[in-house]
């Protein structure tokens, strides 16, 4: 089983839409939860930390689920901007060695 | 302006041509460390650095090796390229210091290599 896995879509929703993302992570000890995104060709970006009671920033919404093992990200009234891949990344033992990235879930946004 | 800047951006070599993709960082984090991304496979770490003249293998380390003489610079290093060192390549770093930035990588514009 992977450190982290997403569900690589591509997700095709219409303008206006919410559209949700799950992230499982196998590590029971681990610490941090991060949303990344990353547009095509480029770098990922931090779009968000995941703390335990949930985290909302706009029109985006992070939640952990530390009993079921997974993190999820929520964006409602999608933007054609929101198009591109987002990246589940977990601090596996709260060390400051490693974040374990997930693969990434492709999202577009159609007009 | 903060930020990580690698060289080149896009680099296409031949077989066993030796090779040196620089890193450098101007916001004195203490971590720095390069990842590969290929398609399916998501960004699989190479090698991390905790500090100067601290780094150590991450999970796909084979045929690459790294220095940290200095701590803004990071550069990868691979002596005999083959062709399935293909990638996209990012370099990252990030404090280590407690507080809640501590996990918070920031990238590089990734450099993009073809191993002919």
């Known amino acids: 089983r992977k450190e982290v896995e997403q569900d690589p879509g591509p997700f095709n929703v219409p303008e206006g839409a919410t559209v949700a993302f799950n992230c499982t992570y196998s590590?029971?000890?681990?610490?941090?939860f991060f949303w990344y995104r990353q547009d095509c060709r480029k770098e990922p970006k931090l779009l968000m930390s995941?703390?335990?009671s949930g985290n909302e920033d706009g029109r985006f919404t992070a939640q952990l689920n530390r009993a079921s093992q997974y993190i999820s990200l929520l964006i409602r009234d999608s933007k054609l901007s929101d198009s591109a891949t987002y990246l589940c990344?977990?601090?596996?033992?709260?060390?400051?060695?490693?974040?374990?990235f997930g693969s990434g879930t492709q999202l577009t946004v159609l007009p | 302006e903060a930020q990580v800047t690698q060289n080149p951006r896009y680099l296409i070599t031949v077989t066993g041509k030796k090779l040196t993709v620089t890193c450098s960082q101007n916001?004195?984090?203490?971590?720095m460390s390069w990842y590969r991304q290929d398609p399916g496979l998501g960004l699989r770490q190479i090698y991390y650095?905790?500090?100067?003249?601290?780094?150590d293998k991450g999970d796909v380390p084979e045929g690459y090796k790294v220095s940290r003489k200095e701590k803004r610079n990071f550069p990868l290093i691979l002596e005999s390229p083959s062709p399935n060192q293909t990638s996209l390549y990012f370099c990252?770093?990030?404090?280590?210091?407690?507080?809640?930035?501590?996990?918070?990588?920031?990238f590089g514009a990734g450099s993009r290599l073809t191993v002919l």
């Open positions: 590590n029971s000890a681990s610490q941090s």
């Open positions: 995941v703390y335990s």
């Open positions: 990252a770093s990030r404090p280590t210091s407690g507080f809640s930035g501590a996990n918070v990588l920031t």
């Open positions: 916001m004195n984090h203490e971590y």
């Open positions: 990344v977990v601090n596996p033992s709260g060390s400051a060695r490693q974040l374990t």
């Open positions: 650095s905790m500090n100067v003249e601290v780094t």
